[in-house]
């Protein structure tokens, strides 16, 4: 069982519609982040949100850190191709280090034309 | 883009044999992250570092062994490859700070045969 876990793990929808994906833990965590990951690369980081109910704001992309800090959603309006990816929410576990980083298992999408 | 490079970019190895993955920093980082990637299973950690020789394990550390004897290099080792450790390999750095970004390399494609 991951401590963070990522829904749904794949997603593909047509060009111009809205999405949105979650990243949920029985956890509360100090901040949460978003990376987009492209083939044969590794992850780059979108966000950081570290203040509950935040939300924050990246030209289509909305964050949002849920109010008790176990959750976090991406949602994505008028997606496009090159949205395509995958996008992983990561942390550090309370209580185990502060510098240990986990991954959720990530949502794999595909926006096509 | 962040100093990063990992060594080599892709290797096929025999079952059985020890096997080293190298991660080399120019950022003088003091985080560094081995993560195992694999289909459905997003970035699962193996062992961390927060400093020249200290290292700590993470989700899915055994079978491997790491090293930390200068800031810029983290070593992993497979002592004993197996076919289960196919998979790819990322490295990442982190200044510190729970909402820091980490930097990632651009991953070792293992394969054991």
């Known amino acids: 069982t991951q401590l963070l876990e990522q829904s749904p793990q794949f997603l593909s929808i047509q060009e111009g519609e809205n999405l949105t994906v979650y990243c949920n833990s029985s956890s509360v965590f100090s901040s949460l982040q978003w990376y987009r990951q492209e083939p044969g690369e590794g992850p780059v980081l979108l966000v950081t949100?570290?203040?509950?109910?935040e939300v924050k704001k990246l030209k289509r992309l909305t964050f949002q850190f849920g109010d008790a800090r176990k959750d976090s959603s991406l949602h994505i309006t008028a997606a496009q191709p090159g949205d395509t990816g995958l996008y992983l929410c990561a942390g550090h576990p309370p209580g185990q280090g502060a510098q240990k980083l986990v991954f959720g298992q990530g949502t794999r999408l595909t926006i096509n034309p | 883009d962040a100093g990063i490079t990992q060594s080599p970019r892709h290797k096929v190895t025999e079952t059985g044999t020890p096997v080293t993955l190298r991660c080399h920093q120019t950022e003088n980082h003091r985080y560094m992250y081995w993560y195992r990637q694999d289909p459905g299973h997003g970035l699962r950690l193996i062992h961390y570092?927060?400093?020249?020789?200290?290292?700590d394990k993470g989700e899915v550390s055994d079978g491997y062994s790491v090293s930390r004897s200068k800031t810029e290099d983290f070593l992993l080792t497979l002592e004993s490859a197996t076919s289960s450790q196919t998979s790819v390999y990322f490295c990442a750095i982190s200044s510190g700070g729970a909402w820091t970004e980490a930097f990632f390399g651009q991953g070792t494609r293992l394969t054991v045969v």
């Open positions: 949100v570290v203040t509950g109910g």
């Open positions: 570092s927060y400093g020249v020789k200290d290292t």
